[in-house]
């Protein structure tokens, strides 16, 4: 059964609208927990307004999307299954030659356009507005309604100058003035690719601004050299407030179009990539996800007829089979970012496991 078919059109139809009912559910659920959490933090915080609150809320809900999206779809399609089980329309299509693979493609392609939307359009939406609920949050903890996303322990940054040369970065303090960052007692080292120190730049402040660091009241410390004072030195550079803000936020938050950049940048300077890489790789990941969720839900909802009961156990075992396959996915996902296994093992084996399992039992369930 094509997609474009009349057949295929009113599945799809069915499943994007209980899609959309279920989604707005679970979102008003959501909201509503998450501002009375924000509401309970913030008992004893006068200074917080319930504006700020809210802002919070709204701005946390599209993360909060990316780990319940599965589930979302899951729920959808049980939903549209037995509603199509119940009414006997699963009979009928049956009984038309159409094969449950034939059902079923339709309904494989939309969900996994709409995983692709997901990631390439919303993706980006949602780590920005991720990137705000962080922003917020560390205002909220230090009391500072000016704070930006940077540590108050300092910063460490290692760039790669050429082929033969990078350099190793230590700034005591950070803050953010417009688009321009202000560092405190700067330290620059020049090393080699041997990690032999060739110079040491001490500076009382600096500012990064347009590429470009620009060191005040400097110190240049050589092998077998005196001391040299003068009052700046300019270093250029590819960093960028928001490439450093990176070393602050959470891969979530950072676009799925820009994880690329992030990760070729982060290489060449030496840092590890590992996290960046899963949060890219799992979010390619996360149509094929999609289309494994909406397998299980067939395979707990896609029956004959439906009248004869078994309701509790197709909500109890879909719902546990999803809690399942994410419990064990974040478990597998933890071993690859500690390095156990390989990254790419981590992001697709549950994906794999679950499509192989769920098409295995849809084969015997058809040739029964």
Request: aromatic residues 12%; proline residues 4%.
């Amino acid at each position: 059964m094509k997609p474009t078919s009349i057949l295929g059109r009113y599945m799809i139809r069915q499943l994007l609208v209980n899609f959309v009912a279920v989604l707005l559910m679970v979102t008003g659920i959501i909201l509503m927990f998450e501002v009375i959490e924000l509401l309970r933090r913030t008992a004893d915080r006068p200074d917080v307004d319930f504006v700020f609150i809210m802002k919070m809320a709204f701005s946390k809900m599209p993360r909060t999307f990316d780990m319940v999206f599965p589930f979302i779809m899951m729920i959808a399609a049980m939903v549209t299954f037995w509603k199509v089980s119940r009414s006997n329309e699963f009979v009928i299509i049956r009984a038309a030659g159409v094969s449950v693979w034939g059902f079923l493609a339709p309904l494989l392609a939309a969900v996994f356009v709409v995983g692709m939307l997901n990631i390439t359009v919303l993706n980006p939406v949602s780590a920005y507005l991720y990137e705000v609920y962080e922003t917020l949050d560390y205002r909220f903890k230090t009391k500072n309604p000016k704070a930006v996303l940077f540590s108050n322990k300092g910063l460490w940054i290692r760039e790669a100058v050429d082929e033969d040369t990078f350099l190793v970065l230590e700034a005591k303090s950070v803050r953010q003035e417009s688009n321009m960052l202000i560092l405190r007692k700067v330290s620059v080292l020049e090393m080699d690719r041997q990690s032999q120190l060739l110079k040491r730049v001490e500076a009382y402040a600096a500012e990064l601004k347009d590429n470009t660091i620009d060191l005040k009241d400097v110190r240049i410390y050589e092998a077998g050299q005196p001391v040299v004072k003068v009052n700046n030195i300019d270093y250029q550079t590819t960093l960028t407030v928001d490439r450093i803000k990176e070393n602050f936020i959470d891969p979530e938050a950072i676009s799925f179009w820009d994880l690329p950049d992030t990760i070729r940048f982060y290489e060449m300077s030496g840092f590890s990539a590992l996290r960046h890489q899963m949060r890219y790789m799992s979010l390619w990941n996360s149509p094929f996800l999609l289309c494994a969720m909406l397998l299980v839900a067939a395979v707990f909802a896609l029956r004959p007829n439906n009248r004869r009961g078994g309701v509790m156990f197709l909500i109890v075992g879909g719902i546990s089979t999803g809690f399942m396959v994410y419990f064990l996915s974040q478990v597998i996902y933890a071993f690859g970012i500690n390095g156990y296994i390989p990254p790419l093992l981590a992001v697709w084996t549950p994906t794999l496991i679950v499509m192989m399992v769920s098409v295995s039992v849809l084969l015997h369930l058809e040739d029964g």
